[in-house]
C-alpha cells in the first residue's frame, strides 16, 4: 500500500515534470491551435470572420488565402471555409469584424496565367505564424508565413513546370462598400529579384498609404504589367489605379519560389528597413519557426490542463485575442498619424491600431491588461495620439483612423482601467486630459450638449438612443473614477452625475430602459423584443432586452429598479428562455440562449449577472453552458464574429473562471472554472494558478473556494488578488449549490 | 546747331536718367498690370480663366473670390468677371486652364449668417498682390493680400455691425468633376485668435493634403461648427468631410477683422512655420507692399516703352505667366513627393508645380529661361522628383502629381532646352537619364513600344495619334540633342530616327499627316477639318490643318514635304484665310485666323513660320493682327485659355519682336516687334535692348535690323546672342517687304 501510494506519487511527479518540459519547450501549445476554427459558418449561422494565415502576434501583416474575388461583410477577412476557390495571398485584413477592409498586395502563383486556383481542406493546413495549401487546377504548393511587417511566401511546383506570379495592388475588399476607391498605386521592377510600389486607398479607413518592398529568391526573367486591361510587357515601373503585374521565372531556378512582401504605411525606404530588420535571410523554415516561437512565447502566458478539445478552443481562443491590435509603425517607429502626417513614436515604442473598442474593451482588453501588461502603455499612448490629433480618443480605430463604428467611447474604459490598475508607464494627467475631452467634444453619436441638456439621449435627436445612453453612462462612471483618483471633485460629482443619466431612460411600468423623445416622453409603441442595427432605431444590433443588462458601474441600482434580487434573477430567467422573437433579427443576432445573444457583445456579461443578485449557481449553468455549446473546434467554432478578439478573449476568461462584468471595476464575477488547472504567467515571474479538478464533465457548479488555502467566499476575485500570485481552488460539484 | 546738339543730347540723357529713377522705384511697372484681363469671355468666346486674386510671384497661394459655388471647367480658376455673385475667398487655384482643381479653404465673412452676396465691378479693384471688393448685401469691405505661403484678408463692416466669418473646408471645385470627394477633414479651435485644420482631397489631382494655420486680429466670441447639416456649437474640434465653421466676433473689437491663413501640404506644424517666418505682424498695409514689390521686382525684367494699352497688355501678361509654376514645398524644405511621402529639398532649394506641360514648353518656359534663369534649376529639380520617385518625368503635373492631362512628353524639351542653354545648377548626366527614360517607359498616351515598333502611333493602338506622333517627335529630337551633348552617339542616332516619324503619316497625295492603322493603311474618310478633342479622334483639340505645322525640329524638311517654300507658303495662305468648319469644333478651339486658332496651342508658333519659308513679312503681318486683334486690356483680353501663362508669353515674345518656334533650338524666329523699346534683364547686370521706334501704329513691317550696330539679316536671333547682351535695333515701315 505504502509502496504503492509511493509509486504513484513517483509517477505523477514525473508526470508533473515532462509536463513543464514540455511547457517551455517550443512546438508545445501552438499544437493546440487551429487556425481554421472562426473561418466559417455552418449553414444559416455567422461565421467568426477569422482567417486561417500566417500572422506574428500583434504583427502590421496577416497573410492569408482570399477565397473572395472582393471580400466583404459576410468573409470580411477574405476567408470562409465553404469556399472551393483560392484568388491569392494578400498581406493585410481583419479578424472577426463584421465589415471588411484592408486586403492589401495580392500574389497568386501560377504556371500559365491563371488567376484563381481550387483547393480542397485535405490539402490545406495552418498553425500559428504558418499556412500551407495546395492550389489544385496546376498543383502548386503554397506556403505562407510572417514576421511583424513582413510576409514571406514560398511556392513549389511540380517538375519541369515554368513559375509565373500575379501580384494584384487592384485587388482589395469590395469596392462597393466604404466608397471604397484605390485613389493611385505604383508598381516598379527595381532590379530582377526586387519589387517595390505603393497603392493608396481610401475605404473603411479613410485613407491608407501601403508601401511595399517585395525579394525574390530567384530572378524574373520578363514581366507584363497591367493598368486595367492595358498591358505594358517589360516594364520599369507603372502608376495606376488598376494595376497588376505577372512575374516569369526562369525553369532552372524553378520549382522553388520565395517571396518576402515588407511592408510600410509611411514609405518605401521604410518598407525596405522593414525588412532589412525583420526578414534579412531566406530561410523559409527558420521564419516559419520564428513566428512560431513568438506565438509560444505568449501563448505562454496562460498553461492550462485540460481535455484536448479544451485546449484546442482555448489557446485557440487565445491566439484570436493576439491578432490584433496591430503594430502600425515601422522598425524606426515611424508611422501615419491620425491628421494623415508621418511621425514617430519614441524610441522603444510601438503605434498600434486595430481598436475595435465596442467589442473589446468587454473582455479584450481587460485580458491584455491581465497577461500583455508590457504593451498596455504602447497601446494607450496609440489610442491618446488619436486624441492629439484629432482632437478625442477612439471610437473604432482602424489603421489609425477612426470610423466611428458602433457607439460609446470605450477608449475610455480601457485607459482608465490601465491607470486604475496601476499599469507602469501611463501619464495619468494625459490620461485623464485624453478620456476628460473625449467625454465632452461632441462627435458622431456622442453629442454631448444634448447628453448633458436632457440627462439622456433623445432618440429624435440622437437615433441608437438607449443604447448610447446606457453604454455612455459607463464611460461617464469611468471618467469619475479616474477624476476621484486625481483628486478632481467637481469632475467627479459630474461625472458621476453623468454616470446615473440611465436612470431616466427607465421605464418603472414596464421594467426596461426605453427610448424618449426630446419632450422626455416615452416613444410609442415599444416592443421589447424588436431588433435594432447601427442607426434608425434606439437600440444597437440588439432590442431592449438585450440592452437591459447594461449598467456595470451600478449592478446593484439596476436590480433595485428591477424590483430587488428575486425580481432580477426572474427577469434573468426570462431572458434565458423565452425565445419569443419580433420581426428581423439583426445580423449580428445569433448563439441564442432565449435572448440572450451570445453572437454578440450586449449580451456578454448578462449570464454573470446571476452571481451578483446572489444565484451563482445560475451563473455557472449558464456560463458552462455557453462555453460548451457555442464554442467548438470546428471551421464554425463560435457563434458570431470573434469581432477583433472579443469572443474569444470571453471564452478564455470564461474557462478560467471569471469574467470582468464591469471591466474597470478591478473586479472579476466569478462564474465556473472549466479547466482542470490553469496557470496565469504574471510579471515578475509571478504565477495565479485556477485549480478545479473534476471527475465528471456535468460538474461546472462550484461547491467550494480556495484562495492561497483560505476558504473564499466572494463572488469575485480582484485584479490585486491575481496579480499578487498565488491559487485558486476550486471545488466542483455536478448538482447546483445555492 | 551744335548747342541745338548739345542740349537735345542732355534732355535725352535726363529722361534716360529720368526713367532709370522711375524703372527703379516701387509702384511703377505694376500699375500697368490689370488682373482682371483674362477673367471673363465676351459672349461666346472662351475665357482666359484667369482669376483677379492676390497671389505673389511663384506662389503657393492664391487668394481670389470665387463667383462659383463649384468651380468648374468654363471658370476653372473660380472667378468669372460677368459673375455678380461672390461666395467667398479661397486660397488656391489654377490659372487660366481649361479644367478646374483646387479652390481650398474659403472665408467668407458676414454679419448675419448668409454665405454669398452680390457684388459689382464698381466696386471692385485689384492690383498685383491685392484684391479689393464690396461685399453689397451686407456692405462688408473685403481686401485680400498674400505672401507665398500665406493669405491674407482684411474685413471691414459698418459700424456697430457684429461681424461673423465662414470658413468652408467643404467648398472646392465641382465634386461631379474628376471623382472629386473630400476625404478627410479637420477644424480645430486652438485658441480665440486661432484656427487650425486640414483637408485631404482626391480630385483632378489625385490626392492633396491642405494643411492650414489660421490667425485672427480679435478673438472669437463663439464659434458653430458644421459637418454637413449637423451643428456643433463652441466646440473645440470637427472631424469630417463636409466642414464648415461661423465664427462670431465681438462688437467692441470690430470694424475690421484681419485673417492670415497659411498653408502648407505636410502638416498644420509647418503652415505654422510658413506663417511664422513670412508673415508673423498684422500690418495689411505693409505685406500688400512686400507682395506688390515682389511683383515689381519680377516684373521688371523686362522694361519696355509704349502706348498705355501695349504697356497694361505686356504686363499683365508677363504678370501671368509668373502666377505659376507655384511653390510646393514650405519654407522648411518639406514637400509631398509624387510617391506620396514627406520629403525635403536641399537648403536653398524650392519646389515646384503646375507644370501644364503641353501649353507652356512652347513660349512659358523659353521665356523662363530667358528671364528666371536663376529659378530653372529648381524647375527642372522639380519635375525630376517625379521621375526619381514616379519612373518618368511629367506630362501635366499639379501638386506634385500627374494628371497626364494632354499629349506628349514635354517636360523634355524644358530640361534640354535647359542644359542645352547652359543654366548652370543643373546636373547634366541626371536629366539626361530622365528624359531618356521618360522616353522609353510607356505610360498614359506614350506607348513606347508602340512607337518603335510601328514609327508612329497607329490610331486603332492608340488615340490622338497624329497629334502624338507629331510632338513625340519632337520630344525625341530634344532627347537625341542632350545625347549629342553628352557623348551619347548610340542614343543620339536611335532619337534622331524616332524624330523622323512624323514623315511616316505624311499623306503626299493630300499634303496632311494622316492617320494610319497598325496595317499602316491610312484611315478613311479624312477630312482635315475635323476636329478632335482629348481621345477617340487622331487629333488632339485640334483638326489635320492645325497640327500640319508641328515639326519644329525640322521645318525645312516640313517646307520639303510640302513641295517647297512656295508651296508651303501658298499652304499657310490656305491655312490662315480658309475659314470653312467641319462639324463641331472643340471646346479649346477660338481666337480664329482662318484654320489658325491662337486660343489653343497648336497654333502658336504657325504664324512665324512664313519667317521660315523666306516671306517674312507674312509672319510679321499676322503677328501684329494676333497681338492687335486677339488681345485686349478687357476682362475677355485673350483669345482664348491662358492656360498657365503660356498664351500671355505668347504675347511677351511676339511683343518683343522674337519667338522661340523651336523651343529647344537656342534660336528665336524673329517676328515684328511691338514695342518703341523693350529692355530685358540679363543675369550679370548686362541688358538686351530691341528698339523698334515707329511714328504709326501700322508701321508692323521690318525694313531692316541691326544687331549692335551692325546691319542684321538673319530671320532669327540667337539664345546667346540675347545673353551676351546688346541691342537689337528694327527699323520698321508700314509696307511689307520682301
Redesign the interface.
Given at each position: 500500500m505504502k509502496l504503492k501510494s509511493m509509486m504513484k506519487r513517483l509517477v505523477n511527479l514525473l508526470a508533473a515534470f515532462i509536463l513543464s518540459v514540455n511547457c517551455i519547450s517550443a512546438q508545445n501549445l501552438t499544437r493546440w491551435v487551429n487556425p481554421f476554427i472562426g473561418t466559417g459558418a455552418v449553414q444559416s449561422s455567422l461565421s467568426g470572420n477569422n482567417y486561417p494565415g500566417a500572422t506574428v502576434p500583434f504583427g502590421m501583416v496577416q497573410l492569408s488565402p482570399d477565397t473572395r474575388e472582393a471580400p466583404d461583410w459576410a468573409q470580411a477577412s477574405g476567408y470562409d471555409y465553404n469556399d472551393s476557390i483560392i484568388y491569392g495571398f494578400s498581406h493585410t485584413r481583419l479578424s472577426g469584424t463584421g465589415a471588411s477592409d484592408f486586403i492589401d498586395i495580392l500574389l497568386f502563383p501560377t504556371i500559365s496565367d491563371k488567376r484563381k486556383s481550387t483547393f480542397t481542406h485535405q490539402h490545406e493546413q495552418a498553425r500559428p505564424g504558418y499556412y500551407q495549401v495546395l492550389l489544385k487546377d496546376e498543383k502548386i504548393q503554397a506556403e505562407l508565413t510572417a514576421s511583424v511587417h513582413v510576409g514571406v511566401h514560398r511556392y513549389t511546383c511540380s517538375d519541369g513546370d515554368q513559375l509565373k506570379l500575379w501580384l494584384d495592388l487592384d485587388h482589395s475588399a469590395n469596392k462597393g462598400s466604404w466608397?471604397r476607391?484605390i485613389?493611385?498605386s505604383?508598381l516598379?521592377m527595381v532590379s530582377p529579384t526586387v519589387v517595390e510600389g505603393?497603392r493608396?486607398i481610401?475605404g473603411w479607413a479613410?485613407?491608407r498609404?501601403i508601401?511595399f518592398h517585395l525579394e525574390f529568391s530567384q530572378p524574373i526573367l520578363s514581366n507584363q504589367l497591367y493598368?486595367g486591361n492595358?498591358m505594358?510587357?517589360n516594364?520599369?515601373?507603372?502608376?495606376?489605379t488598376e494595376l497588376r503585374g505577372l512575374f516569369c521565372f526562369d525553369k532552372k531556378w524553378n520549382k522553388e519560389l520565395i517571396c518576402k512582401v515588407a511592408l510600410s504605411p509611411?514609405?518605401?525606404?521604410n518598407a525596405r528597413l522593414n525588412m532589412a530588420t525583420e526578414v534579412p535571410g531566406w530561410d523559409f523554415e527558420y521564419i516559419a519557426r520564428a513566428a512560431e516561437t513568438s506565438w509560444e512565447k505568449e501563448l505562454k502566458k496562460i498553461i492550462i490542463q485540460g481535455t484536448d478539445l479544451q485546449k484546442k478552443i482555448f489557446y485557440t481562443a487565445l491566439y484570436h485575442t493576439m491578432v490584433q491590435p496591430n503594430t502600425m509603425s515601422d522598425v524606426n517607429g515611424e508611422y501615419m498619424a491620425s491628421?494623415?502626417?508621418?511621425r514617430s513614436v519614441a524610441k522603444g515604442e510601438v503605434h498600434y491600431s486595430t481598436f475595435s473598442l465596442w467589442d473589446t474593451f468587454r473582455a479584450a482588453h481587460p485580458l491584455y491588461t491581465l497577461i500583455h501588461t508590457h504593451r498596455i502603455p504602447d497601446f494607450v499612448k496609440s489610442m491618446m495620439r488619436q486624441y492629439d490629433y484629432?482632437?478625442?480618443l477612439p471610437v473604432w480605430q482602424l489603421w489609425g483612423?477612426?470610423n466611428y463604428c458602433m457607439i460609446g467611447n470605450h477608449s475610455i474604459p480601457v485607459i482608465v482601467d490601465a491607470v486604475l490598475k496601476g499599469v507602469a508607464g501611463v501619464d495619468e494627467e494625459k490620461a485623464y486630459e485624453a478620456v476628460f475631452?473625449s467625454s465632452i467634444?461632441?462627435?458622431?453619436n456622442s453629442p454631448f450638449?444634448v447628453w448633458e441638456k436632457y440627462g439622456y439621449m433623445p432618440e429624435n435627436i440622437q437615433t441608437q438612443s438607449v443604447s448610447i445612453t446606457l453604454e455612455q453612462a459607463f464611460d461617464d462612471w469611468c471618467v469619475a473614477q479616474l477624476a476621484k483618483r486625481l483628486g478632481k471633485e467637481k469632475d467627479y460629482n459630474h461625472f458621476m452625475k453623468r454616470s446615473a443619466f440611465y436612470r431616466n431612460l427607465f421605464n418603472s411600468k414596464t421594467g426596461f430602459f426605453q427610448p424618449k423623445n426630446d419632450k422626455g416622453e416615452w416613444i410609442e409603441p415599444f416592443d421589447p423584443y424588436k431588433y435594432g442595427a447601427n442607426g434608425g432605431y434606439p437600440f444597437t444590433e440588439g432590442n431592449a432586452w438585450q440592452y437591459f443588462w447594461y449598467v456595470p458601474q451600478n449592478i446593484p441600482d439596476l436590480i433595485s429598479l428591477t424590483g430587488g434580487n428575486k425580481a432580477f434573477v426572474a427577469k434573468l430567467d426570462t431572458f434565458f428562455t423565452v425565445s419569443y422573437q419580433s420581426g428581423a433579427l439583426n445580423d449580428n443576432a445569433s448563439g441564442f440562449v432565449g435572448q440572450y445573444a451570445h453572437g454578440n457583445e450586449p449580451s456578454h456579461h448578462v449570464a454573470y449577472l446571476y452571481a451578483c443578485a446572489g444565484e451563482p449557481w445560475k451563473t455557472q449553468k449558464y456560463v458552462a453552458y455557453i462555453m460548451n455549446e457555442l464554442y467548438n473546434d470546428s471551421s464554425s467554432g463560435y457563434a458570431g464574429n470573434d469581432d477583433c478578439g472579443e469572443m474569444s478573449a470571453w471564452y478564455v476568461f470564461g474557462a478560467l473562471g471569471f469574467y470582468p462584468v464591469n471591466p474597470v471595476s478591478g473586479e472579476y464575477v466569478i462564474g465556473t472554472p472549466m479547466l482542470e488547472e490553469a496557470v496565469i504567467q504574471l510579471p515578475g515571474r509571478k504565477t495565479f494558478t485556477v485549480k478545479a479538478p473534476r471527475k465528471e464533465d456535468n460538474e461546472v457548479y462550484i461547491c467550494s473556494m480556495k484562495l492561497n488555502g483560505e476558504k473564499y467566499t466572494k463572488n469575485y476575485i480582484t485584479h490585486q488578488n491575481i496579480m499578487k500570485g498565488g491559487i485558486l481552488e476550486f471545488v466542483m460539484t455536478a448538482s447546483p449549490g445555492k
Open positions: 466608397n476607391r485613389i493611385q505604383q516598379r505603393y493608396i481610401t479613410k485613407l498609404k508601401y493598368d492595358r505594358y510587357e516594364t520599369p515601373v507603372i502608376n495606376g509611411v514609405s518605401i525606404e491628421d494623415y502626417v508621418t484629432y482632437g478625442y483612423q477612426d475631452n467634444v461632441s462627435h458622431p450638449e
